[in-house]
């Protein structure tokens, strides 16, 4: 094999790296990635959760897998995705962070629809202390299946579906933390609509379970609660 000079080095790192960046050049597959940071998930199930064809779904998620930022597993005849590992967290998180920063399109439509809709919760920390303490009740309100794929500790499953006909369950005499799948996700500002149209005390945590995971919080399994 001939020895590569500078220039042909320098062109095949940035070749490589342009995959990724092509592999995420969708706001479908990046949905399907933030999807997938709450679990793994079936393609019959990506496509349902991302307003998708069969078909299309199956295309985004190859794209994803050939540039290794999803990995997969079978059982039986059926396929499950899930992210490749935690870097690939990370570059979402990333991306989002900088798309705030520098998009003012971005910022302007977190204003209006997040910020403007109900107060956002204190840090983790604090939340995490508050839990522990028996202060807040902490509601998880993403689907079932990403619930028990892992959530955050001492939480309770009602998937935002279910809340309207699940309120009695709720308490009316403690402050309601609700989560979903991250700061952009738009689960939780419609539960804390209803929370407070119901009369109840509710607050939305800012970020969502993959950035608590992600910093070392306490986390769980299974459909507990």
């Known amino acids: 094999m001939q020895e590569m000079g500078p220039r042909e080095v320098k062109d ?14 969708s706001p479908k597959r990046l949905e399907i990635l933030d999807l997938l940071r709450q679990g793994e998930r079936s393609v019959d199930g990506i496509a349902t959760a991302t307003d998708l064809g069969l078909t299309t779904a199956s ?6 897998r050939q540039a290794r930022l999803v990995a997969t597993r079978k059982e039986g005849t059926r396929v499950f995705y899930r992210i490749a590992d935690e870097t690939v967290s990370h570059l979402m998180n990333a991306l989002q ?21 109900d107060a ?18 902490l509601l998880d309100v993403r689907p079932v299946e990403e619930f028990a794929a892992g959530h955050i500790r001492g939480a309770v499953s009602i998937p935002l579906e279910e809340l309207s006909a ?9 402050e309601i933390v609700a989560y979903c799948r991250g700061p952009y996700c738009v689960l939780a500002p419609q539960s804390i609509e209803l929370l407070q149209a119901s009369g109840r005390r509710a607050r939305r945590l800012e970020d ?10 306490p986390v769980e399994q299974g459909v507990g609660v």
């Open 166 to 174: 699940r309120l009695d369950e709720l308490p009316t005499d403690l």
């Open 59 to 64: 295309a985004h998620l190859q794209l994803l």
């Open 208 to 217: 969502g379970f993959p950035e608590w995971q992600l910093a070392g919080l």
């Open 97 to 117: 962070e900088l798309a705030r920063a520098r998009l003012t399109e971005v910022e302007q439509t977190v204003r209006t629809y997040f910020t403007a809709r």
């Open 120 to 137: 956002l919760d204190p840090g983790r920390d604090e939340l995490l202390r508050r839990i522990e303490g028996g202060e807040v009740m």
């Open 12 to 25: 095949a790192l940035y070749e490589q790296f342009a995959r990724l960046g092509k592999a995420a050049g």
